[in-house]
T-cell receptor, first 113, second 115 residues
Framework: DQQVKQNSPSLSVQEGRISILNCDYTNSMFDYFLWYKKYPAEGPTFLISISSIKDKNEDGRFTVFLNKSAKHLSLHIVPSQPGDSAVYFCAASARGGSEKLVFGKGTKLTVNP | KAGVTQTPRYLIKTRGQQVTLSCSPISGHRSVSWYQQTPGQGLQFLFEYFSETQRNKGNFPGRFSGRQFSNSRSEMNVSTLELGDSALYLC??????????????FGPGTRLTVL
């Protein structure tokens, strides 16, 4: 049972435009969410996170939005750059217990020059 | 400072064999977590070690095991390999154990192919 879902395996956008990557979750105990970026032949690197007490977190060109009622979060990249081309993983952690990260399957973003 | 290193980077084994993968965390990091990445399942949590003790375990069969040494280096072992074990195995280290307060840094992974 996939508790964190990234329903779009791939996304292609033009350089300079906005990239929106989506993530849905089913476990209502999740209250901390993270995005990781992964280039080929490298491990994932942390990008941005958000706690459930917020509905938005911004870091430069990257903004994460959280809609708790819909159990949905999204990552916005503005403006998109060719160097942003990578696989993006959404991850979630539940309060209490192990707090281990549960990852989605990833979305491959391609930014075309 | 040096990042997380994993050895070997690539490995080819046959069904029924066993394999040991190694992970050296960032200096000063005491927590090591292991993940399996496959195209169909994404990243799946295997287990986490902190100060030589397994703190958490994912939903994998007992063929998957691990350990951590006093210098925080970690190994994972897969016995009686199956074709479905072919995957990228990622190791991540952090100073402490909570991903909410402490960023996990990933190594480049070990690509295991089972023939």
């Amino acid at each position: 049972d996939q508790q964190v879902k990234q329903n779009s395996p791939s996304l292609s956008v033009q350089e300079g435009r906005i990239s929106i990557l989506n993530c849905d979750y089913t476990n209502s105990m999740f209250d901390y969410f993270l995005w990781y970026k992964k280039y080929p032949a490298e491990g994932p690197t942390f990008l941005i996170s958000i706690s459930s007490i917020k509905d938005k977190n911004e870091d430069g060109r990257f903004t994460v939005f959280l809609n708790k009622s819909a159990k949905h979060l999204s990552l916005h990249i503005v403006p998109s750059q060719p160097g942003d081309s990578a696989v993006y993983f959404c991850a979630a952690s539940a309060r209490g217990g192990s707090e281990k990260l549960v990852f989605g399957k990833g979305t491959k973003l391609t930014v075309n020059p | 400072k040096a990042g997380v290193t994993q050895t070997p980077r690539y490995l080819i084994k046959t069904r029924g064999q066993q394999v040991t993968l190694s992970c050296s965390p960032i200096s000063g990091h005491r927590s090591v977590s292991w993940y399996q990445q496959t195209p169909g399942q994404g990243l799946q949590f295997l287990f986490e070690y902190f100060s030589e003790t397994q703190r958490n375990k994912g939903n994998f069969p007992g063929r998957f095991s691990g350990r951590q040494f006093s210098n925080s280096r970690s190994e994972m072992n897969v016995s009686t390999l199956e074709l479905g074990d072919s995957a990228l195995y990622l190791c991540a280290s952090s100073r402490w154990t909570s991903p909410r307060t402490d960023t996990q840094y990933f190594g480049p992974g070990t690509r295991l192919t089972v023939l």
